[in-house]
């Protein structure tokens, strides 16, 4: 019986042996060559593309159009899976990979019919700007076709690459509109239903202006009285109280100080986009060298993002360029009535594998897609479905030599628009919105009214675009909150602003010195002091030590947080739950109706802070439930459940020295297979490390939420300047670059932005 006991084992380990050899062998296969000679009929004339010990694609050649070709071929070896990602997440098109399971979320794209507009666009682009896109296409294509055997993920889901087209990589920019401007549109349908389910009063009440504004020109929007609205009786008693998501800070910190404020009289920026994060991270590092077109040689450094052939952000040298969503408004839904003509489009759904296919409808007006909510048809008009939202003007400023011939091109970038931030090596800095802007000038919170909708102004982009060039204090800042003025916030509008305790923060810190370094804005960067939820701190303190016995615990480690979302601090995670708790359990009564309509509260919950306030200070008796006998019990109860919670998911033993802010908000970058297959999360997720930052503050990070990059330079000292980034380069995991950079982004080491010494060369050259 042992000696058939041993039989067995040995039999089954040779097989997993066996099974986990031929894994291996297959994903080595996978690996693309690094060191190697082709050729191809695409190129003019030779290129080369090297790799140092991060990664970092050095691609040199004698034009733009080889280089976008050596671009795209960098980016098929290392990054294919996940430009592929990209474009089927905006085209629709996920379920061809995974199935019916990702149907819904492909019909939610569909509904904007964006690879339709996409290849509109192509069709009818400048000559320059669609040969450019095809010969990054050919790149792309011809390191896919260079490799032995297809990536793993194909493998695990039994589909093979799609070449790619022009086309893709305008969908993989549309990606960036569905995540940078998403919110936009849900946000203004949640506001519609609020007045439509509560009346004016609690609409006006919900998004009542925050104290917390840091415009550039330190404007204020007016603090008005607003009475708090009565709640009825069976709103309140018919409330379920549930988790509103907290919207995510998608767009980022960027800075920037005039020459006058650093010791090479060179102007400094400082870069840092917030996005969510996956394995493997989105920012590709690169570098291109070429001549442009005046014969002149130039070094573009910075981050690629995989589909398309530019450098987003990054520096050539006598000019650098870094962004943050703007949040201005740029889509609008319009009521219409039944009698409004429109169309029905079919969209075609495909499955992968079973071969199965499905039709999906789509109503279209004039004005727009058009969605039913609640009996009432709305047509959303977005700045995405317009002609001039995509294009490739982004890769002019690779040849702008200083910042007035940076802000010239930002009116023409067909990108979601964002707040750009110019320095050059002359000591000049500058904001501006650059990016697809409709010419519209009545944006609006709801829904509009067919007559108010100014359907000509929609069809053009807006070239008459705030900006601010050396301010006579030598500063500016953007946070994702308002930065124009009072007076031009009524004709850009309101798009989903952050609620501005950030930006108030970084302008701050900014005037606490005359002088800066690139070390001075890294730990500006890392900045997690929790200036914003001080008055949280102090209120759940007073709440608490009315209790003292019964609390006595809960308040030490009160007065131990540190001010600050350090990985140590237990205070911090109670008083930061604390506050979501009870937003979430005071406004359940709008969520629970809006709930009915597959609608939340989620997009415009960092609005809900000045109304959370008045609640606190006012303490109404028709927004208390009913079980409750005084505000006081209520808030104390919401604690309890928030503590229990807490504790419940994260302690063992039931000790408040478990919730550490480390722990609770401990980073997780994954790959979206581990997600579904925990047993792969070893091999293809990055490791978990301490949370440190968090919202309202610079230094921003949730558990798979950060900065994307942390990029800081001088134009013309490059060998000073900095690029972090969570994660490394290559898509591959048996890479040496699939991790590489990560150890320096969680121990908050300032990686260098130039590429080191080359360790692998690949040369292309024309076929003869």
């Given at each position: 019986?042992?000696?058939?006991?041993?039989?067995?084992?040995?039999?089954?380990?040779s097989?997993?042996?066996?099974a986990l050899s031929?894994?291996?062998l297959?994903?080595?296969?996978?690996?693309?060559?690094?060191?190697?000679?082709?050729?191809?009929?695409?190129?003019?004339?030779?290129?080369?593309?090297?790799?140092?010990?991060?990664?970092?694609?050095?691609?040199?050649?004698?034009?733009?159009?080889?280089?976008?070709?050596?671009l795209?071929?960098?980016?098929g070896?290392?990054?294919?899976?996940?430009?592929?990602?990209l474009r089927?997440?905006?085209?629709?098109?996920?379920?061809?990979?995974?199935?019916k399971?990702?149907l819904?979320?492909d019909?939610s794209r569909?509904?904007h019919?964006?690879?339709?507009?996409?290849?509109?666009?192509?069709t009818?682009?400048p000559p320059?700007q669609?040969?450019?896109?095809?010969?990054?296409?050919?790149g792309?294509?011809d390191?896919?076709?260079e490799?032995?055997?297809?990536?793993?993920e194909?493998?695990?889901?039994g589909t093979?690459?799609?070449?790619?087209?022009?086309a893709?990589?305008?969908l993989?920019?549309?990606?960036?509109y569905l995540?940078?401007?998403?919110?936009?549109?849900?946000?203004?349908m949640a506001?519609t239903?609020?007045?439509?389910l509560?009346?004016?009063?609690?609409?006006?009440?919900?998004t009542?202006?925050?104290?917390?504004?840091?415009?550039?020109d330190?404007?204020?929007l007016?603090?008005?009285?607003?009475?708090?609205?009565e709640?009825?009786t069976?709103?309140?008693?018919?409330a379920?109280v549930?988790?509103?998501?907290?919207?995510?800070?998608v767009g980022s910190?960027n800075?920037?100080?005039t020459?006058?404020?650093?010791?090479?009289?060179?102007?400094m920026?400082?870069?840092d986009m917030?996005?969510s994060?996956?394995?493997?991270?989105i920012?590709?590092?690169?570098q291109?060298?070429?001549?442009?077109d005046?014969g002149?040689?130039?070094q573009?450094?910075?981050v690629s993002?995989?589909?398309?052939?530019?450098?987003?952000?990054?520096?050539?040298?006598?000019l650098?360029?870094?962004?943050?969503?703007?949040?201005?408004d740029?889509a609008?839904?319009?009521?219409?009535?039944?009698?409004?003509p429109v169309?029905?489009?079919v969209?075609?759904m495909?499955f992968?594998?079973?071969g199965?296919?499905?039709?999906y409808s789509?109503e279209?007006?004039?004005?727009?897609p058009?969605?039913?909510?609640?009996g009432?048809k709305?047509a959303?008009?977005w700045?995405?479905?317009k002609?001039?939202?995509v294009?490739?003007?982004?890769?002019?400023?690779?040849s702008?030599?200083n910042?007035?011939?940076g802000?010239?091109?930002?009116t023409?970038?067909g990108?979601?628009?964002q707040?750009?931030?110019?320095?050059?090596s002359?000591?000049?800095?500058?904001?501006?919105?650059?990016?697809?802007?409709?010419?519209?000038?009545?944006?609006?919170?709801?829904a509009q009214?067919?007559?108010?909708?100014?359907?000509?102004?929609?069809?053009v982009?807006e070239?008459e675009?705030?900006?601010?060039?050396?301010?006579?204090?030598?500063?500016?800042?953007?946070?994702?909150?308002?930065?124009v003025?009072?007076e031009?916030?009524?004709?850009?509008?309101?798009?989903g602003?952050a609620?501005?305790?950030r930006?108030?923060?970084?302008?701050d810190?900014?005037?606490?010195?005359?002088t800066?370094?690139?070390q001075?804005?890294?730990?500006?960067?890392?900045?997690?002091k929790?200036?914003?939820l001080?008055?949280?701190?102090?209120?759940?303190m007073?709440?608490?030590?009315k209790?003292?016995?019964?609390?006595?615990?809960?308040?030490?480690?009160?007065?131990?947080?540190?001010a600050?979302?350090?990985a140590?601090?237990?205070?911090?995670?109670l008083?930061?739950?604390f506050?979501?708790?009870?937003?979430?359990?005071s406004?359940a009564p709008?969520?629970?109706?809006?709930?009915?309509?597959n609608?939340?509260?989620?997009?415009?919950?960092?609005?809900?802070?000045p109304?959370m306030w008045?609640?606190i200070?006012?303490?109404?008796a028709?927004?208390?439930?009913k079980?409750?006998?005084?505000w006081?019990n209520?808030?104390t109860?919401?604690?309890?459940?928030?503590?229990?919670s807490l504790?419940?998911?994260?302690?063992?033993?039931a000790?408040?020295?478990?919730?550490?802010?480390?722990?609770?908000?401990a980073l997780k970058?994954?790959?979206?297979?581990?997600?579904?297959?925990?047993?792969?999360s070893a091999l293809?997720?990055?490791?978990?490390?301490a949370g440190?930052?968090?919202?309202?503050m610079?230094?921003?990070?949730?558990?798979?939420?950060?900065?994307s990059?942390?990029?800081?330079i001088?134009?013309?000292?490059?060998?000073?300047?900095i690029?972090?980034?969570?994660?490394?380069?290559?898509?591959?995991p048996?890479s040496?670059?699939?991790r590489?950079?990560?150890?320096?982004?969680?121990t908050?080491?300032?990686?260098p932005?130039?590429?080191g010494?080359?360790?692998?060369k690949?040369?292309?050259k024309?076929?003869?």
């Open positions: 019986m042992i000696k058939i006991v041993k039989i067995l084992l040995i039999s089954t380990l097989l997993l042996f066996i031929s894994a291996y297959g994903l080595s296969l996978s690996l693309p060559k690094l060191t190697a000679d082709h050729s191809s009929g695409h190129l003019s004339k030779s290129v080369t593309i090297e790799r140092d010990r991060l990664g970092t694609a050095v691609i040199s050649g004698d034009n733009r159009q080889d280089v976008a070709y050596a795209g071929f960098a980016h070896q290392d990054r294919f899976f996940q430009m592929d990602l089927r997440n905006s085209a629709g098109e996920l379920a061809e990979i995974f199935g399971k990702a819904n979320l019909k569909r509904f019919q964006l690879r339709k507009r996409a290849e509109k666009i192509v009818n682009m320059k669609k040969l450019l896109l095809q010969t990054y296409a050919n792309v294509n390191a896919v076709a490799q032995k055997l297809n990536s793993f194909y493998l695990l889901t093979s690459p799609k070449a790619w087209r022009p893709d990589s305008l993989v920019i549309y990606s960036m995540d940078l401007q998403g919110n936009t549109v849900k946000r203004d506001l239903q609020i007045k439509r509560y009346g004016e009063q609690m609409l006006a009440f919900v009542q202006n925050s104290p917390y504004q840091a415009a550039l330190s404007s204020l007016p603090i008005d009285n607003i009475a708090t609205p709640l009825e069976q709103l309140l008693a018919s379920l549930s988790t509103i998501e907290e919207p995510l800070d910190n800075w920037a100080v020459g006058a404020h650093t010791q090479s009289g060179r102007s920026l400082s870069d917030h996005l994060f996956s394995v493997p991270i920012w590709y590092r690169a291109l060298n070429y001549p442009l005046s002149e040689q130039t573009v450094t910075g993002l995989p589909g398309a052939p530019a450098i987003v952000v990054g520096t050539n040298g006598r650098a360029w870094g962004f943050t969503n703007a949040y201005i740029t609008d839904w319009v009521a219409i009535e039944d009698s409004e169309k029905s489009e969209e075609l495909h992968s594998q079973s199965e296919s499905e039709e789509i279209v007006s004039k004005y727009g058009v969605r039913q909510v609640d009432q709305y959303l008009s700045v995405a479905h002609d001039y939202a294009d490739m003007e982004l890769m002019e400023l690779e702008a030599a910042v007035t011939e802000l010239s091109i930002a023409s970038l990108i979601p628009v707040n750009m931030m110019l320095v050059d002359s000591g000049n800095a500058a904001w501006k919105p650059a990016g697809a802007v409709p010419s519209r000038t009545n944006p609006a919170d709801i009214q067919v007559d108010d909708y100014q359907i000509a102004k929609w069809e982009d070239v675009l705030p900006q601010v060039v050396n301010p006579s204090d030598g500063r500016l800042w953007s946070a994702n909150s308002r930065v003025s009072a031009q916030s009524s004709r850009f509008g309101d798009g602003y609620l501005g305790a930006g108030l923060q970084i302008r810190r900014l005037f606490e010195s005359d800066f370094t690139e001075d804005f890294y730990q500006l960067q890392l900045d997690n929790a200036k914003f001080m008055p949280w701190h102090k209120y759940l007073d709440t608490l030590a209790e003292p016995a019964r609390f006595a615990r809960d308040i030490q480690y009160l007065r131990d947080w540190q600050c979302a350090c140590d601090s237990v205070g911090y995670t008083v930061r739950s506050r979501a708790s009870l937003i979430d359990a406004f709008l969520e629970t109706g809006l709930k009915t309509l609608l939340s509260l989620s997009p415009i919950k960092r609005y809900l802070e109304a008045q609640l200070e006012d303490t109404p028709s927004w208390l439930p079980q409750y006998s005084s006081h209520f808030v109860q919401v604690y309890l459940d928030t503590t229990e504790l419940s998911e994260y302690s063992d033993s000790e408040l020295a478990d919730l550490k802010w480390g722990k609770v908000n970058i994954q790959h979206p297979f581990s997600k579904q297959i925990p047993i792969l293809l997720d990055m490791p978990e490390a440190f930052g968090d919202s309202f610079p230094a921003v990070q949730g558990k798979s939420f950060g900065a990059q942390r990029f800081i001088q134009p013309g000292l490059e060998n000073q300047a690029m972090v980034i969570p994660g490394g380069q290559s898509g591959h048996l040496d670059y699939y590489a950079g990560f150890e320096d982004f969680v908050h080491q300032p990686t932005l130039l590429p010494e080359p360790i692998h690949i040369t292309i024309p076929t003869i």
